[in-house]
């Protein structure tokens, strides 16, 4: 089997496609075949993700007044990037539909003998709760702006949505448009077939087209094929069929699904998967009308980067708070507008004992507001609450976010030290530390009555603490006096860029004379050099052969330089090709050097699955440490660079390990290493863009900013759906195990909300053993529904030498019991149209209620119309909204979206036509010439329809593969 084979056949074990060893390896062959037809979960998934991106995109261009255009198809998401105009943010869509999809796959590794998670086994109405449920966490998430959360939720349940039309008769019934109410509670789905009602006929053959019987077809009853890798049936009904389900072996012989070409309805393949990018893309469009149009690209990752803070309250940093007040205002305006615009802003206080609340929001002037009314008080003794405030901080940032902490102590909770190493780790967080003190880090406190004042000084081993998570991270200590913060900030944040690349970073704790190499290539712009240390002396050579030394302030290779403290910031001319920085220095130091560029890329490890059909699965704590290793790489930015050296860099310099990198398409790569080193390190990619114009241009290189740190110690959790209600005690089954030496662990389980918990302080492992505990974590009745808790569980080997970790996001969600749409009534209309429209105008009066038992009418706004809408709630009645619109009579149509308090959507649809000069007409009393209304909650039929029309062009138009799963 050649390595392309080999690389494929593993990256489809990890992506769904499940089977005994000897049986994927006999299916190789007709995988290459049939893979250009056949339609995956993945494909179905990012077309539906990509082609309502683009519409909403589209919207809100349309509403402010911009010109859009469509990318070529197909579809990408660098391209769907750029024509929402936030190509810069083209890296955090593909993590977002890449999570997205994982978290779609996982439901076969999970669920894989639960019929209800695929719409096996006529299990419709337990199906649709999966949905229903599922839907209710992604609306209270988002609504939250917990996107994290709302993101693994959507993977999770838009896979049975998927499901459903290749797994029943669907589309063998006739059916064009998707099951709109597999997303509606309380609706009726289709008419089902009861128990003992046959359902099919033996195939004839190996021909299974007519297998169904005629009186389902005819009576359109729903059915779905039943599901058994291990024997029999219901006499009478269908199976899903295909080599895992023995169930097919038993009258009536054969099955139905339709997950590939080669299936047994294979020749619907195709009407089933583009229904189901249909019945996704509707989905998501409910998700949308929930969330408003900003709100759901944020959750798509189609915005720009969070802003976060963390400040130190205590009485001695008065001045570094007005320092950052002053620097917020400045990078905020110098940012609004354009790509580098903050999509979130994030500030956590604290002090001692108290830290948070975190708050969080979109809006800049709250951010501002937030930061001018912090004080500076109290304080006590010298450490302070920094770790606490930083854990809540990595935990309510989005992946791949930089935070930045301001202090002037040390860390009270530094307990917590292995917690937050783990959260940066698992987020691939940039953490920067702004410590002020002028080198003396003083902190005052009062003894006594008689205002006697002692300084206490930040200890070195202190220090240590923030440059040890600084450098985890790819990020910064920057110590300096309190007058030397503004520029510092300044420094550090307003060179910071949606785009921005690390093209090298290194750290020495023992300093010494050390050549360092970077590629710069044609895509890096604004080449920068941040240098942290003192006493660090360079000699910086650029590709044709100019060098400048440190000592040099006329040198031509450096275009600006400042130094603050113990930071240093150059500025490069940007020329491409090979650069050497020669390093000399007796003290510790950190090198980093970044450039605004789209090429990115994204990675995780994998590991064998412990599923029952093998395969591999996305690591989401550290690697096993010495042993070989597979490692999933994305390429971001461009369609046109290709990998050709992936290496696992040791921190310490001490040694590197490469990979053997195989493509297998669509930007992605495994990369398998014969070893994992086990002390620190990063990754770094080198490759090839055929865009580059000259000899060397072609060439680039990109860094993982944070660091990992294998582990001979797993912690791993059964499946759980990661949902409880306030008041609620959520239990965790988790386990431990070693590949080394046994012991007794230590256990520690926190998580960012404080809710009380219970676990297991230490477990006893054998050598090469496992042992079990559970963490049982329990939501105040007060919790806001659509909360968002970060568990961390934590394993020491004995001696502490040796650790890991896994990092759990779960949701606190009230029960939803308002699954109706709001409801519209109209009150009266009037108009003065005339032949010429310009000159005249109509008036609309609707009264939106969200029913008797509903939660509440949240927000109304347009959809469609051109109009001024004002709304009111109607006097003495809180549950009644009042709307008016007034617009143009040449602007007849307008569209409402109306959203009640738990994300029910419902829209309403008004028209005037011009029959006469006027018109003043109650509901009762409308003639054909005045509005016609859809009920609130389903579209117009117009509406739908040409909904649906759009979104199968669209289907129509790409031509992706793509292939549903076996179950």
Known sequence: MSPGAVALCLLLMQTGVYGFEIEIIQLIPDLFRSEAANQKHEHITQRAILNTTLQTCRALALADGKDFSFPPQPFTAESVSAACRISKSSKRFHQTIKLIERMNRLVDARHFFDPEYHFDNEKFADGRRIIIEGLAVVKASNKEMNFEAAREKLGELIHPLQDFYSHSNWVELGNTLPNTNLIRSGTSIGNIAASSKATCRNCDGNDCRNNILEDIKQEKILTSGYFNPFGSKPEGKCSHGGILDFSRLFKPKGGINKDKMTAEHGHLHTEAANMAVAATSELLEDIRGAAGDKTFLQMMGISGEALCFVIDTTESMSGDIAAVRTITSSIINSKVGTEDEPSLYILVPFNDPDFGPLMRTTDPNIFKNAINSLSATGGGDAPEMSLSGLQLALTGAPPNSEIFLFTDAAAKDSHLRSTVNALIECTKTVVNFMITGGGLFRRRRQIGNDQQQQQSRLAPLDIQLYRDLAQTSG????????????????????????????????????????????????????????????????????????????????????????????????????????????????????????????????????????????????????????????????????????????????????????????????????????????????????????????????????????????????????????????????????????????????????????????????????????????????????????????????????????????????????????????????????????????????????????????????????????????????????????????????????????????????????????????????????????????????????SFQSFLFCIFITILGLNLPFEMGIN
Not at 495 to 505: E, N
Not at 588 to 595: A, C, E, I, S
Not at 646 to 673: C, H, K, M, P, R
Not at 856 to 868: A, E
């Open 475 to 942: 990020g910064q200590t920057i110590e300096v006096t309190k007058s030397e913060l503004p520029e510092a900030i300044s420094i550090i944040t307003e060179s910071s860029s949606s785009s921005l690349v690390t093209l090298l970073q290194a750290a020495r704790s023992l300093g010494k004379a050390e050549n360092f190499n970077f590629t710069v290539d044609e895509s890096v712009k604004n080449l920068t050099i941040y240098i942290t240390g003192t006493s660090v002396n360079f000699t910086l050579i650029s590709p044709s052969g100019v060098s400048q030394q440190s000592t040099d302030t006329t040198g031509s290779l450096i275009t600006a330089s400042q130094t603050v403290g113990n930071f240093k910031n150059l500025k490069l001319k940007s020329e491409v090709g090979l650069w050497e920085m020669k390093m000399v220095s007796t003290n510790t130091y950190t090198l980093k050097v970044v450039g605004e560029s789209s090429i990115d890329f994204l990675f995780n490890f994998l590991e064998a699955s412990k599923g029952p059909f093998g395969g591999f699965n996305v690591i989401d704590n550290r690697p096993r440490a010495g042993s070989n290793g597979t490692l999933l790489l994305t390429v971001t930015g461009s369609t046109s660079a290709t990998v050709t050296e992936v290496i696992l860099v040791e921190s310490s310099g001490s040694g590197n390990v490469n990979g053997n990198v195989t493509a297998v398409g669509g930007g992605d790569y495994l990369v398998q290493f014969i070893r994992v080193p086990s002390e620190e390190f990063v990754v770094l990619m080198k490759g090839q863009n055929s865009n580059g114009s000259s000899r060397s241009s072609g060439t680039f290189q990109r860094q993982s900013t944070s660091s990992i740190k294998a582990s001979t110690v797993t912690v791993t959790v059964d499946d759980t759906n990661g949902v409880f209600a306030p008041g609620e005690t959520f239990s965790v089954p988790f386990s431990v195990k070693t590949s080394s030496a046994g012991g007794k662990f230590t256990i520690r389980a926190t998580n960012d909300q404080g809710f009380n918990s219970t676990f297991p302080s230490s477990l006893v492992l054998d050598t090469g053993g496992s042992a079990n505990g559970t963490v049982n974590l329990t939501a105040p009745v007060t919790t806001t529904s659509g909360t968002d808790v970060t568990l961390t569980i934590e394993a020491d080997s004995p001696g502490g030498a040796d650790t890991n970790y896994l990092v759990l996001r779960l949701a606190v969600l009230t029960a939803v019991t308002d699954f109706t749409e709001p409801l519209c009534e109209l009150l009266s209309l009037q108009s003065n149209c005339t032949e010429n429209c310009s000159l005249s105008t109509w008036k609309l009066s609707v009264q939106v209620t969200d029913r008797a038992n509903g939660t509440g009418i949240d927000r109304v706004s347009l959809r469609q119309g051109n109009g001024t809408m004002n709304t009111s709630l109607a006097a003495g009645k809180e549950n009644i909204t009042l709307v008016s619109y007034t617009a143009s009579c040449c602007s007849p149509d307008v569209e409402l979206l109306v959203v009640d308090g738990v994300g029910n959507v419902g829209t309403c649809s008004y028209s005037v036509r011009q029959t006469s000069t006027s018109s003043s007409q109650a509901p009762s009393q409308a003639p054909s010439q005045t509005p016609t209304a859809a009920p609130v909650g389903s579209f117009s039929t117009k």
